[in-house]
T-cell receptor, first 115, second 114 residues
């Protein structure tokens, strides 16, 4: 079974500062994908960034980047230049390769950006 | 519409009632997923469809839960004889293909069972 752990239930960051959200996972799979989803108070989940496990290079999307450590099974999200609109729940998710494409989600981290 | 829509957005049911939750995926999306999100938790997989075929229903918590997608577009999640533990937000997501495509989520239906 796959498990995803987010050990930080709540975090806060000053506007324009940088924050890192942690995620670890457990799997026996060798091929898989990792995702960060954002869920603002309106509740619609939005994809932030994704990483293919076979790629060594860390994914980057504008102010969002990941630190993927495959051996350590760690997948942290770094948000640079935090903006008020970044306030949301952030979910780390795991997807096995070629098997149904269902997500395994962590319990989430509630991020508040303070003006 | 441009995104995934779900209805109703909120549903209150008395214990023992049957409920039906609707999902309208993005037009043309082949895959459709249902998730259950309990308060303070991450979404948990319930079932998914490729077109009208239900390929995996391993996440459905009991035989009171039933999902269908008869014409390969709109899907309905039905819960019979609702129990208090069924209270949760039910999320629907769709993706273009059955591959590692981005899943687009709807706003969810918040079900409260009294």
């Amino acid at each position: 079974a796959q498990t995803v752990t987010q050990s930080q239930p709540e975090m806060s960051v000053q506007e324009a500062e940088t924050v890192t959200l942690s995620c670890t996972y457990d799997t026996s799979e060798s091929n898989y994908y990792l995702f960060w989803y954002k869920q603002p108070p309106s509740r619609q989940m939005i994809l932030v960034i994704r990483q293919e496990a076979y790629k060594q290079q860390n994914a980057t999307e504008n102010r969002f980047s990941v630190n993927f450590q495959k051996a350590a099974k760690s997948f942290s999200l770094k948000i640079s230049d935090s903006q008020l609109g970044d306030t949301a729940m952030y979910f780390c998710a795991f997807m096995k390769h070629n098997t149904g494409n269902q997500f395994y989600f962590g319990t989430g981290t509630s991020l508040t950006v303070i003006p | 519409g441009a995104g995934v829509s779900q209805s109703p957005r909120y549903k209150v049911a008395k214990r023992g009632q049957d409920v039906a939750l609707r999902c309208d995926p993005i037009s043309g999306h082949v895959s459709l997923f249902w998730y259950q999100q309990a308060l303070g938790q991450g979404p948990e997989f319930l079932t998914y469809f490729q077109n009208e075929a239900q390929l995996d229903k391993s996440g459905l918590p009991s035989d009171r839960f039933f999902a269908e997608r008869p014409e390969g577009s709109v899907s309905t999640l039905k819960i019979q004889r609702t129990q208090q533990e069924d209270s949760a937000v039910y999320l629907c997501a769709s993706s273009l293909r059955l591959s590692v495509d981005e899943q687009f989520f709807g706003p969810g239906t918040r079900l409260t069972v009294l």
